[in-house]
């Protein structure tokens, strides 16, 4: 005859405590002895009764124990960004400590419907949401989740948002950026960005593109780069933080007539995809054309090139959005978060040619 499972009342009989104080023991909290405790624990071994049933446990609190962290693009893309995968490392580990599980969620499941919601949005049980890299000012996800009461964390959002902000200094450090390039003496200076917004594209923007610009990190780093008085030659908008991407801008940027002694892309991997671009066209960078990032990516597979960046912390960035889940569940109300960020010069920039 098969044997029924131990529950936690079979285990609270046996040390002899009350079924709440064995809840108490396994729960970690509450007013309960370590000797009763120990007690507690060592009749569960003994039972091969393995804790409370998780489904009843988040039945019980409310809670659901899960944190859904919402990425800015397909999921595909993200997983061969080194910097999404970075954050995501810092952001899982802090949720682990808490207890949270994780449940990874597409900001833009169908890239031909930018407005288009992830239905598990709209329908999965959650504690909180962290959307890891902005939003837009109507965003749909942050209106279904702000119906749902869903307390949110966001990374690189704009300063008007009512949720809790984790971001990076990317004014300062694309202004840095800019400083180094005009006492370089580069005056002609292209830009490969950033997606402007939830449409994904490959083209240079013009004034009425700009005027769609609605993406937080792209914002901030066009507008440091142009508080130092450079004002670029083209902004070619790239379709995602990817070396291909940067590759097609690049061949765009540097196949023009009045080719830019400098390019500053908006990410690490942008900036190696238009140096790519560079050796295709046979220049020689920095000689020919001087390329700049922003991320501070190792990528030793450029070599002998070393990337001039800014250089950002991460998994420090990704923690932090799990430090502050645990601040928004514990019924605080925490201030805004910004790293400081350093520029890094490799070998990539040199004085224009000339």
């Not at 190792?298 to 889940?325: I, N, R």
Request: glycine share 10%; hydrophobic share 45%.
């Amino acid at each position: 005859m098969a044997h029924s499972r131990p529950t936690l009342a079979d285990v609270a009989s046996t040390a002899g405590v009350s079924v709440s104080t064995a809840s108490l023991a396994f729960s970690g909290s509450g007013p309960i002895a370590e000797e009763t405790r120990a007690r507690v624990l060592a009749a569960a071994e003994t039972l091969g009764y393995s804790g409370p049933n998780p489904l009843g446990r988040s039945l019980r609190s409310g809670r659901s124990g899960i944190a859904a962290v919402i990425v800015g693009d397909q999921l595909r893309r993200s997983f061969r960004d080194p910097v999404a995968i970075q954050v995501l490392d810092g952001l899982t580990g802090a949720l682990g400590q808490l207890g949270l599980g994780v449940l990874l969620i597409p900001a833009m499941p169908d890239p031909e419907r930018p407005t288009a919601v992830d239905p598990l949005v709209e329908s999965a049980a959650m504690d909180a949401a962290v959307l890891i890299w902005g939003f837009r000012t109507d965003d749909p996800v942050l209106a279904v989740l702000r119906r749902r009461g869903v307390p949110v964390v966001v990374g690189e959002g704009p300063s008007t948002t009512t949720a809790p902000v984790v971001a990076i200094d990317d004014h300062g450090g694309s202004a840095a950026l800019g400083r180094h390039l005009l006492e370089l003496g580069h005056e002609r200076v292209a830009v490969v960005s950033l997606p402007f917004d939830g449409v994904r594209r490959c083209g240079p923007v013009d004034a009425a593109r700009r005027a769609q610009l609605d993406w937080a990190p792209t914002r901030h780093r066009l507008e440091g780069l142009e508080s130092t008085g450079l004002r670029p030659t083209v902004i070619m908008e790239a379709e995602a933080s990817l070396v291909e991407a940067g590759r097609e801008a690049g061949l765009r940027v540097l196949e023009r007539p009045d080719r830019p002694t400098a390019v500053v892309a908006q990410s690490d991997l942008l900036a190696a995809g238009v140096l790519i671009a560079a050796r295709e066209l046979g220049l020689r960078v920095p000689q020919d054309v001087s390329v700049a990032g922003f991320d501070g990516l190792e990528l030793p597979w450029l070599a002998p090139d070393v990337l001039t960046t800014v250089a950002q912390p991460l998994q420090a960035k990704g923690e932090a959005m799990g430090h502050m889940v645990g601040r928004l569940l514990a019924g605080e109300s925490p201030e805004n978060v910004v790293f400081d960020v350093e520029l890094r010069l490799g070998t990539t920039t040199a004085p224009p040619a000339g």
